[in-house]
Each structure stands twice: as structure tokens, then as C-alpha cells.
């Protein structure tokens, strides 16, 4: 039978222990009742005290988007910093759904169907503004703060509701501020990346990505559209719809005023007017207390889904920083995570990205037991599949594809551009995430309905290139690895064509089903040709030698696949062998980019080397990351904001902390010496475990573990030679000197420890001094 799932309320997902708990519910543990718990756990976790450690402070005005703070619902967007010279505060308005709707005739996404920032709300003071400190409070999403000029005061709060459409900038004044006031500014529906506006751009154009596009004929201006009291700005589009910023300015006293504001998009038609302005409306009717709790609620229950402390408070800082910033970028019905999040960034890269940037923004969210956020992105694939199929039709009709990008409708005609038309692994890879999903959770519906009809359409792209040659093995024809080159038997291809037919055999395997094409996924899974390799490790494929570049999709087998891992020690010198000529030679070569030294963290976590993992996550934090740079406020730019690369920095720590592919539950597989204490609470395995830790003096303390689905538990760690007391349910029996393996039953935990242990605590490791709010903008 499929597992019915308790609903989080404005979530959509799971409620875990931890969330019942905070609400209030009652839930029985082992048959007896919940205040039983106590005994194997003790929780000292105050989330208002501990995460205001890690609040982004501003003692003085953000100036650029790296400095900026940042609020968001996974729809609407707002971010702050001083414009026109400091003579005035910025509010820069986004919303992922406002992109243009042309055909490709235009060209490709970025010229046919890009992002366009919304605009910007102005305040400007009456006064010069001499100072400001600033706030951005993680437990409540809120910004606050007070801007000082030489003629008053101006205090700020402002919000991006969690659940409702709207946001909403409260100001507070003194002395002659009261005058302050409110400007809006629209920004121009023209792509950041230069459009093609002659002739001679069309024929650059042409030549670059082999296809004709039209020269670009601009938007309609856009134009005041009030209404009943109402503000709004609607921007049409040139094939029609188009966009609605709608905004009220609500005097609560003399010195008091609240901007309620929002966003809405509509195609074809203009629902985006009467849409926008309703939403206003609903803010203004509401109760503004109880719309403020319900949002500060949503972000208390986000946070509670799980829990991290480290030794490394700045380190410590940063996590919960992409944590929130998670709450701010994603919801179960919201859009999927595009290269800059919601907020976007004068780019290059209006769009999603297919080949790396979506896939690695969403690893974090599962372990980290936030999977109800991580639903954006398979609900978008559920709800596209046709685009999909489209996108495959001219190579193989009845398989499915993804291109290179696509906004988020995901239409995106494989020959768009013809660079990437060979770039076919893209899709298997989202598989990969869309199987993660499914491992977390051990929802069969899931798989039997969504996953697995999807999965075999992505592995059906392969069918026209895969041949059978003398040696027996079946061999690929020529595809593209990300950002490097075309070849033969591309070990992107084949690493992901391998794990995509090993994951459809297993999944009708455990549902006890058949396919019509399971004797040839069988066939694949034999003889599919191994990895080519050379002197240096894994090659690009069978015609191409690794080259210096920032991507690693020629090692997808060893991360984060975990085809070839370090539970075959002979293949491990092979595997640190591939790794280190990768990064070494694109570091020399200056292609590094911050996401490979996330990848790197994540790399050495899967070969268990703790510190060389460390390393490359504190280089990129540090700033500087060769073609990219960490700023301020944790955001991440190359050539335009990529929000992907802090947020698998996320992931790279769950991976130091928890791993647990190949049928095992590894508890702190990657620790560095420089973390001996360490804790974690309710982060997500494989086999839908709930699994907390506690490490003291270099060891591990205790592990606790809850099953939801009944799988079968072994877990992992540094308990060669000892046996741990085991309480709570279930029985344990050691496999090894590193392994047990624990029998539980769906709803059942179980605690191992030390013997010498007579606490088990979750609670904060102590800051370290000076390291706490260690971003934002601080005076010297």
C-alpha cells in the first residue's frame, strides 16, 4: 500500500516529529506517549536565540546587490540597497513568473524569453542621510533597521508575506522625515543580454548558434492603469499579457505609513491587472497581526525541520544563511530555482539552466529534511511533460528531453541553439534528483505514478545512439558534456544512462511491476561500454581528454551518481586520481569557479577526507573563487548572481556530516580535525530515516534513529571494536567493525551510544568569540 502523508499546512509536506511538536500535537512513540521521548533525547534548541547568531547586520547603507539584504516567498522577491548616491533607499521588486513570451523565432530564451526585473520602489529621504544599521532577522524573515539623516529619523520593517501574495515596507519617522516619500520606478522589458537591434547582429547571431532569429522589436511602454484607490503599473508584452505592479500607501498616524505592494503576471491576456490589485486588496482587508503571525509562524516551522551546529560559528552562519535563503526561493507550488533566484541580476543568464545550475540548487533541501520545498521542481515537471517531449521529438519521438534552458514553462526546442543540441543528459540528472526524492520519502505512488514513467522516457532519448559494436558492449554516439566538448561514449552520457536503468530496474522491482522494456534496461545495465580512461582518470569520453574546465560532468559516476565509491577500496586511487587532475588543472588554468570547490567539498567528503573538504569550503566563502566571487550577504557571481553555488555549498556540508547512498547510513563520514564537537538533529537518509548525531572529542557520542517506512537500517561510524548501549525500539546486530544494523518498524527509533554516555542533548555548540552576525556590511 501506498504511505499516506500527514500535510504540512502551507507547505504541502510531511509533518515530521519536530514540526507536530512545535505546534503542539502529541505523537505516539513505541506505543507509549510522546513525553516518553525525553528519554532518548533531549532538546535545549531556543530557535530565536540561536539563529539571531547568524542575523546579516548593516552598519551602514547596502550600496550593490552583493551587499543587499534579501526577502522572498519563492515567488515574489524584494532586496534593499542605497541608490542615486546614497540621496535615496532602493527597494528592487522581482517575480519569478515575469518573463517574456515570444517564439523562438526571436532566438533563444535569453534573447526570445528572458527575465525582466520589475522596477523599483524609492525612498527618499527629506533630509541627508548621515547613517544607517540595518538587521535582516533570520527567525522572522524581516527586515529592520533605522536610516539617520541630518533632519530625522526614518525606521524600516519590511516583509515578503510567507504564504500570501504580497509585501509590505512599514516606515516609522521623526522630525522633518515625515515628508519622506515613495517613488516607482519601472524597469524597461528589454533582456539584460543585449538584444539583436540590426542586421548585423542578426548575422553574429546566426553564426554563433546556427539558427536565424529576428531583430528585436521592443515591448510596449508600459503605463499607469489605477484603480479605486489603487496604484498599478502594467507592462503589456508585445505578443500579449504582460505584468502588474500594484501598490497602496497606508497612513497608520502622522509618523506611521505602510506600502502594501505586489506583483502578478498573466499570458495572454492582462488577468495580471485585477489579479495584482486583488492581492493588494486581501492585504489591506486582513488582519495585519494575524497575517504577520501566520508569517512568522511558516518561517518557524521551516526552520524547525531540522537542526546543525558546528565549531565553526562563521561556517555555522553561512548554512543557516542558505537555509533561509531556501525559505525565500522555493515553495511545493512555486516556480523552479533559476539561476539567480527570485532576485534578479543584470545577466547574461536570464533563464533556468539545465546542465548544473538547477540540479545542484536543490541536493540540500532533501537531506536537510525540507523536501516539501524541493516538490517546486518535480510539480514542474509533472505539469510540463509534453514540453518535454516536444524537446526530444526530433530525435527520438516518444522520449522526453530538457534543454540546455528554458524558463519555467520548460519549452525549449532541442535545435534552439545549436551548441548544446547534443547536451541529452541534462534530464536523466533531474531523474536522479526526482529518485532522491522518492528514496527520502519511500512513497511508492510517487514512484509508480510520476517518477518512473518519466525516467523512462529520459533513458528512451539514448535509443538512436546506442549501438552494439564488435567487442559486444553497447557503445554511445556522439553527445555533449556540459561545458566541454562533444565525443563519443561521453562519460556524462554514459554515467547517467548507467544509473538511469539501474534505477528503473529497481523501482519495478520493488513495486513488484513490469515494463515492456525492462529486457532491454537489463541489456543496457550489461553491457553498457565502461568509462573511458586515460593516464589522468576518467576521461570526457572516448574521443576527448579532460581539459581545463570548471564543470565536472565527466565524474558524474562518482559524485554525486555514487556509481564507483570508496566501498570498493581498489577503485578508490582511480576515483582521488580523476577528482585531483580535474580541479588541479582548471584552478591553474583560472577556470575554477565557487561551484567547484563545492563540488570539490563534496568530492572529498565521498572519498571521507574531512579536511581537504573543509579546505575547499572556506576558500569558497573566503571571496575570490577564480572566475567568481562570495559576497557579503552570501550571494555568489560570475559574469551575474548564481545562486546555486552557495546553496550546494549547503549540501557539501550535509555531505561532510551524513551520507547515506549505497543501502548505508554514514554518520559523520568526512569530519576535519578542526570539528570535534558537532551536532545534528532530524536530517533525512535514504529509506525515509529521521537521523540526529552528537560528536564529543573527536568521537561519536550517539546516534539516533527513526524510521518511517520500515527499510532496512545499517548505519555507519567510528565504532570499530565497541559496542554502543542501544535503547528505545527495534533490535541491532553488528555487520562489521564499522557497521550495524538496526530492525525497525515504520514510527519506531532507536539510540546507540557510548556506554560511558548518560546524556544525549541537542543544543548549540557555544559561538565562537567575535564569529557571531559574521555578515552583512560592518564598519572596520
Not at 520602489?121 to 527586515?143: D, M
Not at 531540522?306 to 531556501?326: A, C, H, M, N, V
Request: charged share 20%; with cysteine; net charge neutral.
Amino acid at each position: 500500500m501506498d504511505r499516506d502523508e500527514t500535510r504540512t499546512p502551507g507547505l504541502g509536506g510531511p509533518l515530521d516529529r519536530r514540526t507536530m511538536l512545535a505546534a503542539g500535537a502529541s505523537i505516539p512513540l513505541f506505543g507509549v506517549p510522546a513525553a516518553a521521548e525525553t528519554t532518548l533525547i533531549e532538546d535545549r534548541v531556543d530557535w530565536a536565540v540561536f539563529l539571531a547568531r547568524h542575523d546579516l547586520i548593516w552598519d551602514r547603507l547596502p550600496r550593490t546587490w552583493g551587499e543587499a539584504p534579501f526577502l522572498g516567498n519563492g515567488r515574489l522577491a524584494l532586496s534593499m540597497t542605497e541608490a542615486k548616491e546614497g540621496a535615496a533607499l532602493r527597494f528592487a521588486v522581482d517575480n519569478v513568473d515575469v518573463y517574456d513570451r515570444r517564439d523562438f523565432s526571436w532566438g533563444w530564451h535569453a534573447y526570445s524569453r528572458a527575465r525582466y526585473h520589475v522596477g523599483d520602489f524609492l525612498l527618499r529621504p527629506v533630509g541627508r542621510i548621515t547613517g544607517a544599521k540595518l538587521r535582516l532577522n533570520l527567525h522572522c524573515a524581516e527586515l529592520t533597521g533605522e536610516v539617520t539623516t541630518d533632519r530625522g529619523t526614518i525606521r524600516l520593517r519590511a516583509f515578503v508575506h510567507a504564504e500570501q501574495p504580497h509585501m509590505a515596507i512599514e516606515v516609522e519617522t521623526s522630525g522633518d522625515e515625515a515628508g519622506c516619500g515613495w517613488t516607482w520606478h519601472p524597469t524597461p522589458a528589454v533582456s539584460t543580454r543585449p538584444p539583436i537591434r540590426t542586421a548585423a547582429d542578426a548575422a553574429k547571431y546566426e553564426r554563433d548558434y546556427g539558427q536565424p532569429a529576428r531583430i528585436w522589436i521592443d515591448n510596449p511602454p508600459g503605463e499607469r492603469r489605477d484603480a479605486d484607490s489603487v496604484n498599478r503599473w502594467f507592462q503589456p508584452l508585445l505578443v500579449g499579457g504582460g505584468y502588474t505592479t500594484a501598490w497602496v500607501e497606508q497612513m497608520e498616524a502622522p509618523n506611521r505609513r505602510t506600502l502594501i505592494l505586489s506583483n502578478a503576471m498573466s499570458f495572454p491576456d492582462t488577468g495580471s491587472l485585477e489579479t495584482a490589485t486583488r492581492q493588494v486588496r486581501a492585504a489591506l482587508a486582513g488582519d495585519r497581526e494575524q497575517a504577520g503571525r501566520a508569517h512568522r509562524r511558516w518561517w518557524d516551522v521551516h526552520y524547525r525541520a531540522s537542526f546543525l551546529s558546528l565549531p565553526d560559528t562563521r561556517l555555522e552562519s553561512f548554512y543557516w544563511i542558505q537555509i533561509y535563503k531556501y525559505g525565500c526561493v522555493a515553495r511545493p507550488d512555486g516556480g523552479v530555482i533559476d539561476t539567480h533566484g527570485p532576485w534578479l541580476q543584470p545577466s547574461n543568464w536570464p533563464y533556468l539552466t539545465w546542465n548544473l545550475n538547477v540540479q545542484i540548487s536543490y541536493y540540500a533541501l532533501q537531506p536537510s529534511n525540507r523536501l516539501a520545498l524541493a516538490q517546486g521542481l518535480f510539480h514542474a515537471l509533472d505539469t510540463h511533460r509534453d514540453a518535454l517531449r516536444r524537446t526530444a521529438a526530433t530525435v527520438a519521438p516518444g522520449a522526453a528531453a530538457i534543454g540546455h534552458v528554458t524558463q519555467q514553462d520548460l519549452e525549449s526546442p532541442i535545435e534552439v541553439d545549436r551548441r548544446y543540441e547534443k547536451e541529452w543528459g541534462n534530464l536523466l540528472w533531474i531523474c536522479q534528483l526526482y529518485w532522491l526524492q522518492y528514496r527520502y520519502t519511500m512513497d511508492r505512488r510517487m514512484l509508480r505514478e510520476r517518477l518512473l514513467p518519466l525516467l523512462a522516457e529520459a533513458v528512451a532519448l539514448y535509443d538512436p545512439i546506442l549501438t552494439e559494436k564488435p567487442d559486444g558492449r553497447m557503445h554511445l554516439g556522439v553527445t555533449y558534456s556540459p561545458e566541454i566538448g562533444s565525443t563519443s561514449d561521453c562519460n556524462y552520457d554514459l554515467a547517467l544512462l548507467r544509473w538511469g536503468v539501474g534505477a528503473l530496474i529497481e523501482g519495478h522491482h520493488r513495486l513488484g511491476t513490469t515494463h515492456p522494456m525492462l529486457a532491454r534496461w537489463r541489456d543496457i545495465a550489461a553491457r553498457l561500454t565502461p568509462y573511458p580512461i586515460d593516464e589522468h582518470g576518467y576521461r570526457v569520453g572516448a574521443d576527448m581528454a579532460m581539459k581545463p574546465h570548471r564543470h565536472y560532468s565527466h565524474l558524474m559516476m562518482i559524485y554525486p551518481l555514487y556509481l564507483e565509491n570508496r566501498d570498493t577500496p581498489t577503485k578508490l586511487p582511480l576515483l582521488e586520481k580523476s577528482m585531483a587532475y580535474w580541479l588541479d588543472t582548471a584552478v591553474a588554468a583560472g577556470q575554477g569557479s565557487g561551484w567547484s570547490l563545492s563540488a570539490a567539498a563534496s568530492f572529498y567528503a565521498a572519498f571521507g577526507k574531512g579536511d581537504a573538504a573543509l579546505d575547499s569550503l572556506k576558500a569558497l566563502v573566503a571571496g575570490k573563487s577564480g572566475i567568481g566571487k562570495s559576497f557579503a550577504n552570501t550571494m555568489y557571481a560570475e559574469s551575474g548572481q548564481n545562486i546555486e553555488t552557495p546553496l550546494s555549498a549547503a549540501q557539501s556540508i550535509h555531505d561532510m556530516v551524513l551520507q547515506s547512498w549505497g543501502g548505508a547510513i554514514r554518520v559523520f563520514p568526512a569530519i576535519p580535525a578542526a570539528w570535534p564537537e558537532l551536532v545534528f538533529d532530524d536530517f533525512r537518509a535514504e529509506g525515509a530515516f529521521l537521523v540526529s548525531a552528537r560528536r564529543v572529542d573527536g568521537r561519536t557520542a550517539w546516534v539516533r534513529v527513526k524510521s518511517l517506512a520500515g527499510e532496512p537500517c545499517v548505519i555507519e561510524c567510528d565504532w570499530a571494536g565497541e559496542t554502543p548501549a542501544h535503547r528505545g525500539a527495534g533490535t541491532m546486530r553488528r555487520l562489521g567493525d564499522r557497521r550495524i544494523a538496526l530492525s525497525l518498524r515504520a514510527g519506531e527509533e532507536a539510540v546507540l551510544q557510548l556506554p560511558s554516555l548518560t546524556t544525549r542533548l541537542v543544543a548549540p555548540l557555544p559561538a565562537q568569540s567575535g564569529a557571531s552576525n559574521s555578515y552583512g556590511i560592518h564598519n572596520a
